[in-house]
């Protein structure tokens, strides 16, 4: 990434209450591309933006990629023990290793069950750790795509944050 604009904004609405942040990816030395779906994907490119979701109270985060055109290219769900804020007032999570990429065709993939078995045998997670990932997961994928209120919300919330990243031009 050679340039970047970075917002973060707490939502508290019937639809969210968490962190939403926007990263802006302005100018990158190349493109990134995801090889986890069925097809590679291009994930970040001059003129993408990543739009991070981070719903309090719960056990996963969503990122939302944008193209340069404002299209969603892929919703990328983090399955994490926890999350917070830094003392820069920056969201991070804890993450558990399990992710879920949910393509807009609709198509939901899970991803590095084997990364968090890995986890649980070097004892870097406990088993209650690698339960509450794989319970979390199945919650979500039971949601996805149509009871998923994050999904719908992506649009309007990349939207909103997006006027702010302009100013900073």
């Excluded at 970047?4 to 707490?10: D, H, K, L």
């Excluded at 990629?65 to 969201?91: N, S």
Aim: glycine share 4%; aromatic share 10%.
């Amino acid at each position: 990434m050679l340039a970047r604009r970075f917002t973060v904004e707490y939502v508290d609405t019937a639809e969210f209450c968490g962190y939403v942040s926007l990263l802006c990816l302005d100018q990158v030395r190349e493109p990134l591309w995801a090889r986890k779906s069925s097809q590679p994907v291009c994930i970040a490119d001059t003129g993408y933006a990543w739009l991070q979701h981070f719903p309090a109270h719960q056990h996963h985060t969503v990122t939302t990629m944008f193209d340069a055109q404002g299209a969603i290219v892929q919703w990328y769900i983090d399955i994490c023990k926890q999350q917070g804020l830094t003392e820069a007032g920056v969201p991070w999570f804890d993450d558990l290793y399990l992710d879920i990429i949910v393509l807009p065709s609709g198509t939901i993939e899970i991803f590095d069950a084997d990364e968090l078995d890995q986890a649980l045998e070097a004892n870097i997670i406990t088993q209650a750790d690698h339960h509450a990932a794989w319970a979390e997961v199945n919650r979500l994928v039971a949601l996805l795509p149509h009871n998923f209120p994050l999904l719908h919300l992506s649009t309007s919330h990349y939207r909103q944050l997006l006027k702010q990243v302009i100013t900073l031009l």
